[in-house]
């Protein structure tokens, strides 16, 4: 399951995911939260928390991850990715040149920082404004 975090900063969509997250989860919290930001002009700014309490992702939910890059590249900012886990850890790190935007993996203990970062701009160009 993908539980909202009410703590995060007004322009950072923020997750925990907890027990095992479902191809139903994206559909039903994450692409709505995501698809109301772009509709809005916004910029997607994104946290998800993969603590102590997550025990894995089913295939449609990867599936549905993976769609994601799907979304307009010029509507994301920075993604937050705050574990623990090794294994999403690297298993992130080893994707990360597939996400449209600036991704940066924190420690759980880091929370707060990695919020803060995940509010700001993003620092090095988008695939959109970069030159050819």
């Known amino acids: ?3 909202t975090l009410p703590d995060a900063p007004a322009n ?3 997750f925990r995911a907890v027990g095992s997250v479902h191809a139903d989860d994206y559909r039903t919290v ?3 939260a995501i698809d109301r930001v772009i509709a809005d002009g916004g910029t997607v700014n994104l946290a998800l928390v993969f603590g102590d309490d997550f025990d894995g992702y089913s295939f449609g939910a990867l599936w549905q991850d993976a ?3 799907s979304k307009p590249a ?3 900012g920075r993604i937050a990715l705050i574990t623990d886990h090794t294994a999403v850890a690297e298993i992130i790190h ?9 991704l940066q993996i924190f420690r759980t203990s880091a929370k707060d920082k990695a919020m803060t970062w995940a509010s ?5 160009p988008t ?5 050819p």
């Open 1 to 3: 399951m993908l539980a």
């Open 12 to 14: 950072v969509l923020a």
């Open 30 to 32: 994450l692409d709505p």
């Open 67 to 69: 769609r994601l890059e």
């Open 74 to 76: 010029t509507s994301w």
């Open 94 to 102: 080893a994707i990360a040149f597939l996400f449209p935007c600036e």
């Open 120 to 124: 700001r701009a993003p620092e090095r």
């Open 127 to 131: 695939r959109t404004d970069a030159a």
